[in-house]
């Protein structure tokens, strides 16, 4: 039992994580299985480790399943029935990371009851906590799309004739989240292409960067050269394809010198790691004054908490 997924995965749980999963295992909401609720109880016993010869099915069987002979059918039920709230309960804990995912659900649900007055108080709450959220990566704007959405539905149940802004809003707020997350991919490609000397191809880019370059009178390029995560994908991206252009390098440097916090930690330290290669590969082209630029970088990741 002790190489179970389930047992391999709640040591990687942190000490609240395993209390919480435990308030969560005796919510009479999320289970109602006594047997469940007692075998989560022994398993807790041996944290944070896990490793000991009691966590054994044949040992744990009669404490189950009193005066039956060894089944390994009903023990294994009851595992997996743990394992399964363990799985749920994580996803639980990533939806409220982000408190608009949540609210995402909240407004569908209240749009399927009809209560129209309710989904306004939502939406009010929802562009509250999009104007304050601190991050404005790709996932954001996917939340602005959604919120959109929902205005738009709520719209129509008026049955009202008219332009409503919402509409538009909400296919501006979808092309910045799926570009945005395009170059994030496209990016991940590029570095893999040079790395693995694979041969990634991100399909449908060029027309992208086509209007992100186009001249300042156009109003989207306008709009879309004023969007920070767009700005610093471009230019990522640049860097990973025009190696031999150091410019590309510096000035996405600078971009996160100025932008870092729209970003969550892991995917800014994925940005920080194309610029650590591009050091690395210029320092194994006899490029030694990129040892600076490495050491400077690696201060940033711990001022920022990035690398420990």
């Known amino acids: 039992m002790t190489e179970s997924n389930f047992i391999k995965l709640l040591r990687k749980c942190s000490k609240n994580e395993l209390k919480l999963f435990r308030e969560y295992v005796f919510s009479p909401f999320f289970n109602k299985n006594q047997k469940v609720r007692w075998l989560y109880d022994y398993v807790l016993a041996y944290s944070p480790d896990f490793e000991n010869s009691d966590l054994n099915k044949h040992k744990i069987f009669p404490k189950l399943f009193e ?42 649900a209240l749009l399927k009851k009809e209560m129209t007055q309710l989904v306004e108080q939502r ?18 704007f996917q939340f602005e799309h959604a919120l959109f959405e929902h205005l738009d539905q709520l719209f129509l149940t008026h049955q009202k004739r008219g332009y409503d802004e919402n509409l538009q809003l909400q296919s501006d707020a979808f092309d910045v989240f ?5 170059l994030r991919i496209a990016c991940d490609m590029a570095s893999r292409n040079v790395v693995l000397n694979a041969n990634y191809e991100c399909l449908f880019l060029d027309v992208f960067l086509r209007a992100f370059k186009v001249s300042d009178t156009s109003k989207v390029s306008d709009t879309w050269n004023n969007i920070p995560v767009l700005k610093i994908y471009v230019k990522t991206l640049q860097m990973l394809e025009n190696s031999e252009d150091e410019s590309h390098y510096f000035e996405l440097k600078k971009l996160l010198e100025t932008h870092f916090e729209i970003f969550p930690k892991p995917e800014l330290t994925g ?10 590969r210029k320092i194994n082209f006899g490029k030694s004054e990129f040892h600076l630029e490495i050491l400077a970088l690696y201060k940033v990741l711990l001022n920022q908490e990035l690398i420990f």
């Open 67 to 108: 005066n039956r002979p060894y089944d390994r059918l009903p023990i294994n039920n009851v595992i997996s029935d743990l394992y399964q709230l363990l799985l749920n309960f994580l996803a639980f804990q990533e939806m409220n990371e982000r408190p608009q995912r949540l609210m995402n659900f909240q407004m569908k």
């Open 271 to 280: 940005i920080y790691s194309y610029l650590l290669n591009f050091c690395i």
């Open 123 to 140: 939406a009010r709450r929802f562009r509250q906590i999009q104007t304050n959220f601190q991050w404005r990566d790709y996932e954001f």
């Open 178 to 182: 799926y570009f945005a997350n395009k």
